[in-house]
């Protein structure tokens, strides 16, 4: 792979469609590190300034600007790989929540090389919404509190995430159905980005 752009799938889709726990579960699997922007965002000091702005912007259910979140995210994500956190040479970078505009996507392209992008379909904006309502109480998140900051996130998902998809060639672009259990999505996942990590990554186990 080349020696500054790290090899990555995109998860994409709505809000509430579930990249962050398809995410997580993925993450958990030898050959893949996931990182979503919404968690790194999370993991700042809310009195810290890029803090402060995060939130200004996320409890409204907008997007931060491009400039903080790609200064917070690319700072965050060369800590793991400093750590060897992330290990760029073994694991296929699993984004979630980033790019969410053609602006990031086009910055992204000096850090990361988009190998397949996993878009999760699920036509029903109501479930999804059920689902984030859920989510709010859970995890007690500011942006989903509020019927109308959640909606606030779909309109802004239709009118700037959603072209990103044309962004990226269509043959590198696979649909995946959103709908049933967290394992039958994984299943669905499973088959479209494993053939990808073994084409990119070799994976032996160490001999005893
Ligand atoms: P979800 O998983 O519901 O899509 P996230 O946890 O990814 O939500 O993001 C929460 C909020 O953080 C977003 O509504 C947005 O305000 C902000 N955010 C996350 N990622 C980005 C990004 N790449 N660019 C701009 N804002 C972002």
Not at 1 to 12: A, N, P
Not at 21 to 47: E, K, Y
Not at 111 to 132: G, K, Y
Request: glycine residues 6%.
């Amino acid at each position: 792979m080349s020696s500054t752009r790290y090899e990555s799938i995109l998860l994409f889709g709505a809000p509430g469609a579930g990249k962050g726990t398809q995410g997580h579960i993925l993450g958990q699997i030898p050959g893949f590190f996931h990182l979503s922007c919404g968690d790194v965002f999370r993991t700042l000091d809310i009195n810290s300034p890029d803090g402060r702005e995060i939130y200004e912007y996320s409890s409204r259910g907008e997007l931060v600007p491009d400039a903080t979140t790609i200064k917070v995210w690319k700072r965050h994500l060369d800590a793991l790989t400093v750590l060897s956190v992330y290990k760029p040479y073994e694991d296929v970078l699993i984004l979630d929540g980033i790019p969410r505009n053609r602006s990031q996507a086009k910055i992204l392209e000096e850090h990361v090389h988009v190998l397949q992008i996993v878009h999760l379909v699920c036509p029903d904006t109501e479930a999804m919404i059920r689902r984030i309502r859920r989510r709010a109480i859970r995890e007690n998140r500011a942006d989903d509190a509020h019927e109308t900051v959640i909606r606030k996130r779909f309109e802004v998902y239709e009118a700037e995430t959603r072209p990103v998809l044309e962004y990226y060639p269509k043959s590198s672009v696979s649909d995946v159905d959103a709908i049933g259990s967290p394992a039958e999505v994984l299943l669905k996942i499973l088959k479209c980005v494993v053939p990808v990590q073994n084409a990119h990554f070799r994976h032996e186990l160490p001999e005893e």
